[in-house]
């Protein structure tokens, strides 16, 4: 009995857990850039095709996530305040997705380790409480590859649907969930030559690239305008670590992570393991680098950490997994290891920092910009761009609408002038660093006061 009641003791206190770092203080920080432009495109006072234009002018991703963000704010309402629970409910819903996928994939209780790693994981944690794609893209991949494994478990029609319709979701929510379907087909081709076929899979995996084919090459590619220039090669320190410091929280914890992952995978190898999902496990970690990196190197830099978050599905269940069939005093050393680093690593971070003391501010101090504002004897502003910012027009648009809708919250009576206004008396310049290569630094005379705060400077100017 006791059995039995215990893992479900640590689930519920592990889900517990999870989800309460995912929610507290959500809306702690101000939206940063990329968050205001999503916050701007999913307007939902604009028509379609405007929201649609508007994205097409600064951003490099699909439109879906933008679009699920604007129908969320045409049901629940146009308020930041509640924005950031889209990307919390994706990545609490993860938890569930991975719980479920370790579970079909062994009988033992390594399911429980893999839920620890993911309700604890603060990369994950940290994007949780962003609004942008990735903890969608990384929930909707979760459920292509748990629909793929109950697929190759039972074959139903149904779990055939599920699998098409969260893999093309996940296609149409980054480009780069690609490489979980060139994952699909390699292993694929590995159980077939162990005599092992799926001919409703075939035909699912087909539309998939089907549809990721007619969309990227003949739509995408049309519509679109390149890669982020701002995004540079990997350099030297890349190779050491593969991003691990990112996705584990700091370099010491992020190379025992990865030296933990090869030990394991050279077990698997070495001994003849008999857990074939391990090898798709391997595919999909051997491509979220290979590909991205051979396209970085050949056209132009693509890779980042947060471009394949999905990488760190395999990782945990490789991990949780394969430590769970070694020898007893083995697991237990790697078990201890994992999760000491793991909670020793999460106490430094802010996520649980803020049950102790003060939080720090990560973000720019937008609210605290505008009410030093609106307490002045001033209350025209203009937004300070640097002419060299491709997207001027459309972060100007951005920003003011991020502004404007932060200032009706709070009743302000702020005045926003465009660039070309003349004006003779003082008003305020806003500074978001993002926008101006980190410098706010003027030289004009007419400057009376500067007010520096994180990640943004208010300018009052005669």
């Not at 993911?118 to 748990?146: D, K, M, P, T, W």
């Not at 305008?225 to 350099?235: F, H, K, Q, V």
């Amino acid at each position: 009995m006791n059995n039995t009641i215990k893992p479900a003791y640590y689930l519920i206190l592990i889900f517990g857990i999870g989800i309460t770092f995912r929610l507290y203080n959500i809306n702690f920080d101000d939206l940063w850039l990329d968050e205001i432009l999503t916050f701007w495109i999913a307007n939902p006072y604009d028509s379609l095709s405007e929201s649609f234009a508007n994205h097409r002018t600064i951003e490099q991703v699909p439109f879906l996530f933008n679009l699920i963000t604007k129908i969320y704010f045409e049901i629940f309402g146009y308020d930041v305040y509640i924005a950031r629970f889209i990307p919390a409910l994706c990545s609490i819903l993860s938890l569930l997705v991975i719980f479920f996928l370790s579970k079909i994939l062994s009988s033992n209780n390594a399911y429980i380790f893999s839920t620890f790693l993911v309700s604890f994981n603060i990369f994950l944690i940290s994007y949780s409480q962003e609004l942008r794609v990735y903890s969608s893209l990384f929930l909707f991949n979760s459920l292509s590859i748990l629909f793929f494994f109950k697929i190759i478990k039972t074959n139903r029609i149904l779990t055939n649907v599920l699998f098409s319709i969260s893999s093309i979701i996940s296609i149409l929510l980054h480009p780069f969930s690609f490489i979980v379907i060139f994952s699909y087909i390699n292993y694929l081709i590995f159980l077939y030559s162990k005599g092992q076929k799926f001919k409703y899979l075939y035909i699912s995996l087909l539309s998939v690239i089907l549809v990721f084919i007619i969309y990227y090459f003949f739509l995408y590619s049309i519509k679109y305008s390149g890669t982020p220039s701002w995004i540079t090669l990997p350099d030297i320190k890349f190779f050491t670590n593969f991003y691990f410091s990112k996705f584990f929280g700091s370099r010491l914890v992020g190379l025992i992570h990865l030296i933990i992952l090869l030990y394991l995978m050279s077990c698997f190898f070495i001994y003849k393991i008999k857990k074939d999902y391990i090898i798709f496990f391997s595919f999909l970690i051997i491509y979220s680098y290979l590909l991205p990196l051979a396209y970085s190197f050949i056209f132009s830099p693509i890779i980042l950490a947060r471009y394949i978050i999905f990488v760190l599905i395999p990782i945990i269940i490789i991990i949780s997994h394969l430590t769970f069939e070694m020898k007893k005093n083995k697991k237990k050393i790697l078990i201890f290891i994992i999760t000491i680093t793991t909670i020793g690593n999460l106490y430094t971070e802010q996520t649980v920092q803020q049950f102790i003391k003060e939080r720090w501010i990560y973000k720019p101090q937008f609210n605290k910009s505008l009410s030093i504002i609106n307490k002045s004897d001033y209350k025209k502003y203009k937004i300070k761009i640097k002419d060299e910012v491709l997207t001027k027009i459309s972060a100007e648009k951005a920003l003011k609408n991020y502004i404007d809708h932060l200032s009706q919250k709070k009743n302000y009576d702020l005045e926003y002038l465009k660039f070309d206004n003349s004006f003779n008396d003082s008003f305020w310049s806003i500074c978001l660093y993002d926008l101006n290569d980190n410098n706010c630094t003027t030289n004009n005379s007419s400057v009376k006061k500067i007010i520096r705060l994180n990640r943004v400077e208010i300018i009052l100017n005669n």
